[in-house]
């Protein structure tokens, strides 16, 4: 083999096997000395161990004596690694450590074991203190629910609408009524808003609140409810708007006055209210001069006869300088007046409250 190409490959120990670069003279292993005849290798390391003298300790090296027949081998660099000659980096715990040997001093040889399946156990580690008594949790652990909240004394009965006959136990933080939204739904009544209405307990009172509906929310007077101009009142099937009083505009300088019939004399001024049809449309309109004015099925200044759920006489106003006074005269079938917005109305025992088409009565329940 010529010179060129043994002077491009590594040379192999004969002691440990180990790779050493081209026309290296010492292994870096093992510290072998590696200056021999190009075409001829060491001979592998003898495994027998001869009998050594007294005192002196034997190489695990057999030396040939010098002029003796070495058999042909393989040019150095040309000597295939054997296959049990472990790495040179070793693992320990993990962590890389690079092989370190004395030079002059041969590495003894390891056959090759079986990968392990798992990694070296770490070094046992100090014995961790005495564990410390948790703090008690303040939030439920994760996938566990929450308690449901305890209920209280009030309860809504149904007493109108597709959902008649339903009973509702109202829970001490209150609950939320609507088609979509709340805990009490009434999903089929085009009249309710997506969240219309929520009853609330403060002081231990029932409180109702109107979310902004469309359609308002309206409560039953107990006798007499003081009512401002544009307000809503309801009697059975039929809604109503109170107008306040109707002045007169002011005549304008330099124009003629506007023809109509004389104003009553002696009168407190004239006074209007006004049926409201579905979609806020304005039906029927009563202005009248007298103080005081009537709504029922028969003989009143708004009459409907073929109305159910209508007294005789159900209801008057009687008009005051700032508005007017609604008086309720149904012996039990309820006047409703309309709520503002946002503001909290209190209730009492058998209270009824109208959402819509649905009508619900408030009672104790044990």
Known sequence: MSQLLLSALAVVCPNCDGYNPPRAEVCASCGTPLSEAPATARPPP??????????????GVSRTPPGAARPPEAPPGLRPASSRTPPPIASAGGIPLAARVAPGVAAPR???????????AAPAAAPAPAPKPAAPATAPAAGVRPPAPAASRFGLAVIAGSARGQRFKLPVTGCTVGRTRGAILF???PFVSAQHATFLIKDNVLHVRDESSASGVYVTIPAAETLQPLSFFSIGQRLFRFLGKLEAPPPLAGRPTVYGAPVPPGQQGVYGVEEVLVGGRAGRTVVTSAPLLTIGQANCDFSFPQEEGLAGRHCELSFTATGAQLRDLSGGLGTYVRIPSGVDRPLRLGDRVRLGQHIVQVELVG
């Open 110 to 120: 390891v056959p090759a074991a079986p990968l392990p399946l798992s990694r070296p």
């Open 187 to 189: 999903a089929d009544d």
């Open 46 to 59: 003898s495994r027998s161990t001869p009998a050594s003298s007294a005192g002196k300790p034997v190489s």
